[in-house]
């Protein structure tokens, strides 16, 4: 693979990728040559990825069950959970830099394919009868820190080899694959490990990170690099990487309200099922028909974003769902004890708009970083995202155990709306989309 410095950044003229691929449709949303065969190349990737992603899932949601069955411990999942999310959120910025050092097809390879023998090697432990507790945190642990290379490595590379205005449908892409994963894998995963057994699961992530891998090495991906990063620290790194973001002051904005948006929303998902049995008073299968309305509503909100392709306004678009997200949540906390139907209705309806936040923000993002530093940019993303969630959830936890669960869910929704309402307020967040 040949290496490319990026012609938007060291060409005055090539002043933005939308203005590339208008005035030249041979050319990729970063302002590379745009390969005849783009189309193939991008459905062996995402191919790949989605036969991983299902595997994962349904690997996933085995450990998560095994660790139920057999501990019955909240404490456990939590600590499980914990696992599973700290490593990317504080690793990302270290997987940027290294995307934009080395050659990013390379990485996704290495990080699939490490994930895929540690889930081997943990299979052919458990059929040997020596599965225990620490052994799924390294398994969760080591799942999570190839996700921190691998994500900033994959959205760094997809301005190269899509036009911009395919850009925020491949974005969403990973969104739409990861809601029909939700709904369909966890099932999958229960059917093999009650008939095939525990170590069955494990074998079949390994098939599908091998899948993934084959999938990269069919396709070929253009090698953007920057000098400069080889010759500083990592501190300097990831400063250049937040001064990519920041010398574009709409950007910086977007990111930190979608990082509240996280923050604010995140316990949310852990505080779902409480307020079906304690709040509705359901049971399982009503905590799992609320799970699935979501899911459902993710699928069809990335389904809506990929053929509709999200218009000229994004940021507007963000703002939107960040309004319809706190009303919904809010009117969940005004419901009625008796109430449930109306309940699964506002999961969907917020599930919905939450599919209208990461696609449009990675794009808005990948228009205005320059690509030898999408890498870092990314990865400072990811770390904000990822430590924004599980922080919320601790802080929203203890509220909701002080106010209740009903008023919570007002309180959370009302804090959402509020930042739907005034996000798009500021004057370089709105030229975002005059800029596009």
């Known amino acids: 693979m040949t290496q490319n410095t990026h012609p938007r950044s060291s060409a005055p003229e090539a002043t933005s990728s939308r ?31 989605a036969a991983s992603m299902i595997t994962s899932f349904a690997a996933g949601y085995a450990i998560v069950w095994y660790v139920t069955e057999s501990t019955g411990s909240a404490l456990a999942l939590a600590v499980m959970n914990l696992c599973a999310m700290l490593p990317m959120g504080l690793l990302s910025p270290f997987g940027g830099i290294v995307a934009d050092k080395h050659n990013r097809k390379l990485i996704m390879i290495v990080a699939d394919g490490a994930v895929g023998l540690i889930s081997l090697a943990a299979g052919l432990l458990i059929l040997a009868g020596d599965v225990s507790f620490p052994l799924l945190l390294a398994l969760c642990i080591a799942r999570s820190v190839g996700q921190a290379f691998h994500s900033p490595a994959m959205m760094a590379a997809m301005p190269m080899l899509v036009p911009d205005k395919h850009l925020l449908r491949i974005n969403t892409l990973d969104q739409l694959l990861a809601s029909i994963a939700s709904i369909g894998a966890p099932a999958f995963g229960i059917f093999l490990y009650t008939t095939l057994g525990f170590a069955a699961v494990m074998f079949l992530d390994f098939l599908g990170a091998c899948v993934a891998v084959l999938g990269l090495l069919l396709a070929k991906v253009p090698t953007v690099v920057d000098p400069a990063a ?46 079906t ?158 800029e596009a």
């Open 19 to 49: 203005d590339c691929d208008i005035a030249s449709p041979g050319l990729s949303a970063a302002g590379l040559p745009l390969a005849k065969n783009w189309l193939a190349i991008i459905s062996f990737i995402w191919a790949g990825q």
């Open 277 to 434: 049995y304690d709040y509705f008073q359901g049971d399982g299968y009503m905590a799992a028909l609320g799970e699935a309305a979501f899911g459902i509503g993710m699928l069809v909100g990335s389904s809506i974003l990929m053929v509709w392709g999200g218009g000229k306004r994004l940021a507007g678009l963000i703002a939107v769902a960040a309004a319809i997200v706190g009303t919904a949540t809010a009117a969940c906390g005004l419901l009625p004890s008796s109430a449930f139907p109306a309940f699964v209705v506002l999961m969907g309806v917020m599930a919905v708009a939450c599919a209208w936040f990461n696609g449009p923000l990675l794009t808005l993002m990948q228009r205005h970083v320059p690509d030898e530093k999408m890498g870092r940019a990314m990865g400072l993303f990811f770390a904000l995202t990822g430590l924004s969630a599980p922080l919320g959830v601790a802080v929203g936890g203890a509220l909701a155990e002080t106010v209740g669960i009903a008023p919570f869910f007002l309180i959370d929704g009302l804090a959402c709306l509020a930042l739907g309402l005034v996000l798009y307020l500021p004057r370089s967040v709105r030229a975002l989309d005059k």
């Open 230 to 275: 080889a010759q500083q620290h990592v501190g300097a790194n990831l400063r250049d990487g937040w001064r990519a973001v920041a010398k574009t002051r709409g950007l910086l904005l977007l990111i930190g309200g979608v990082t509240l948006g996280m923050f604010i929303f995140g316990p949310l998902s852990a505080l779902c099922p409480l307020m």
